[in-house]
């Protein structure tokens, strides 16, 4: 997925053309990133809750906001599924210490591509198919 800074650059480059794509930088930012989509789909999403940055206290203040027990971490845009047991899948939000760790190997693992905060997703086990629509 294109980052929304850099398809907002795209977006200004094809003004210096004459060129309005169809959908437009803020547009663009609101349906990829976590933040700008979620109210509209919190009915038929697991409860979310997430920081504007990626430091320990908000980090911290979101845990708690979240609650107990599982959930998945990931930044505004993306997870780190394929890195589940130490950037994604968080046993239990009350070991601070241990979510903290994870959220600091997602933000690593992410680098220059980490997108603007953190993410933490209440876990809900599957016990069908996967449906994931756009």
Do not use: I, N
Not at 3 to 30: K, M, N, Q
Not at 106 to 113: H, I
């Amino acid at each position: 997925m294109v980052g929304a800074d850099r398809y907002a650059g795209f977006v200004a480059a094809l003004a210096e053309r004459g060129v309005v794509p169809r959908t437009g930088a803020e547009a663009h930012r609101r349906a990829h990133e976590l933040p700008g989509w979620y109210a509209a789909l919190a009915p038929v999403t697991p409860r979310s809750v997430w920081t504007v940055g990626d430091g320990r206290d908000a980090f911290d203040r979101a845990r708690a906001e979240l609650g107990g027990g599982p959930a998945v971490l990931r930044d505004y845009r993306k997870s780190a599924k394929h890195h589940w047991d130490e950037a994604a899948y968080v046993p239990d939000l009350a070991d601070g210490e241990h979510a903290w760790r994870m959220a600091s190997r997602l933000r690593e693992l992410r680098g220059d591509d980490f997108a603007r905060g953190f993410v933490l997703r209440e876990y809900e086990p599957f016990t069908g198919a996967e449906a994931r629509t756009w």
